[in-house]
């Protein structure tokens, strides 16, 4: 491979410092061919971030690893993240009562209580259990392959009665989604139910940014261009906002779908799954065990609620507890009622020790994930790898999870590398 290019007269000039871009730089720093990483943000990440808050530490937005992840077993050193997992199971909340739902074989203690919990019938809870014994026997090929609809007629083609599907499903699938109408593909749907029945929900002890910040870690410093936003982009070149021009032999963008669409001058993006996030600092956690807590009644703001410093304990100053709840559309409009909104629903699961939290800071994320609606792309079959000879890695291109941004990255990363072989 000759290569004669520099950091000045780089190869290859990567848009967006997010997972994917981050995998394709890695690629790129190993193999020795020079790169310029452009991030319009003044830290690497794209949206996984961390904000540390007086001790606290606040993801911007739930987000979480699944450690079943295939790429990020390759990739990651789940050591060096200090990994603390969640325990695999939901706390569900009906009626005014929690229900534990939890893997039977990994927290048999709460087995009787989630066949007693009130998300649906027997035979609901029995297909449940073959649907996950078929899913889990499914390989990537077969999962991505097989034909699709959305996840809510996969469910009722299943056979599910609408109280477990309004009760359970709705409230666990639309939270990774953030779709509540989960429109998703049932593609995603078993592709995600496959994850976290193979592995753990887990964080990093120093919060998520500690994700981008090892991928970070190998690349060359002086590669690494933060605060430098891309204006416009061809196959060989990326003006930028103060309007520099950078050429290359080829431009990748890796941002969001909706910044990759205005630099394409594309009319046909995928809507965007907006969310807010509230953060709240405790004397002590509302619960015990490190169980995500679900909304299974349909009402309030709230979708779900988690307690990151139970699971992993550096998310809070010694003596506090962090709190998060997550809020969906159609709740996200009056943002100066949402504090108090949420406060007064957490009230009620809770009691009045709610009154005695401390409102931390909301995120507002209007582009959180795309939405998932099929014809979802199988993502061991990218369909769109160039658009006007720009090199696409986005995740909205495979699936979207952190296992398929650094899936996108990499392999966007090894066809240039073939390309500038063949040169």
């Known amino acids: 491979m000759k290569i004669s290019a520099s950091i000045t007269n780089p190869a290859v000039i990567i848009v967006g410092a997010g997972i994917a871009g981050l995998a394709c730089a890695r690629v790129l720093d190993r193999n020795r061919v020079p790169y310029i990483l452009l991030e319009a943000d003044e830290r690497l990440g794209g949206r996984i971030k961390t904000d540390p808050v007086n001790g606290y530490l606040l993801d911007h937005g739930f987000q979480v690893l699944q450690t079943a992840y295939p790429e990020a077993r390759k990739v990651l050193d789940y050591e060096a993240l200090q990994l603390r997992a969640f325990a695999p199971g939901v706390m569900i909340r009906i009626a005014g009562r929690f229900y534990p739902v939890t893997d039977p074989l990994r927290m048999p203690q709460h087995l009787l209580s989630g066949l007693r919990a009130p998300i649906g019938s027997l035979s609901d809870k029995l297909r449940f259990v073959w649907m996950a014994r078929q899913i889990t026997r499914q390989n990537f090929k077969e999962l991505f392959e097989a034909s699709e609809s959305a996840t809510l007629t996969f469910l009722r083609r299943k056979g599910f009665s609408e109280s477990i599907i309004e009760r359970f499903f709705r409230p666990f699938f639309s ?189 507002h994320i209007d582009h959180a994930l795309p939405l998932q609606a099929p014809p979802l792309p199988n993502p061991l079959k990218p369909s769109k790898r160039k658009v006007n000879g720009i090199w696409i890695a986005g995740e909205y291109n495979y699936v979207a999870s952190i296992q398929w941004s650094l899936y996108a990255g990499r392999k966007t990363g090894e066809s240039i590398l073939k390309e500038l072989q063949s040169c």
């Not at 965007?272 to 956690?285: D, G, H, N, R, V």
């Not at 005695?356 to 909301?362: A, D, P, Q, S, V």
């Open 175 to 363: 939270g990774i989604t953030l779709d509540p109408q989960i429109r998703a593909s049932d593609r995603m749907f078993r592709y995600v139910f496959q994850m976290f029945a193979k592995g753990d929900v887990a964080l990093p002890a120093r919060g998520m940014a500690a994700i981008p910040d090892q991928l970070a870690a190998g690349l060359s410093a002086d590669c690494l261009r933060t605060g430098q936003k891309a204006a416009s982009v061809s196959a060989h070149s990326v003006v930028l906002e103060n309007g520099q021009r950078l050429a290359a032999r080829h431009v990748v963008l890796a941002t969001d779908a909706p910044t990759t669409a205005g630099l394409l001058q594309l009319s046909n993006q995928a809507p965007s799954c907006p969310t807010a996030c509230l953060y709240f600092s405790a004397k002590q956690a509302p619960i015990r065990e490190k169980l995500l807590l679900l909304n299974g009644n349909g009402t309030g703001p709230v979708n779900s609620v988690s307690i990151p410093s139970l699971v992993a304990p550096q998310y809070a100053p010694a003596g506090r507890c962090l709190i998060a709840a997550t809020v969906l559309e159609p709740f996200l409009h009056n943002r100066e009622r949402l504090t108090s909104e949420v406060k007064t629903q957490l009230n009620r699961w809770f009691g009045h020790q709610v009154e005695r939290w401390n409102h931390l800071r909301t995120y």
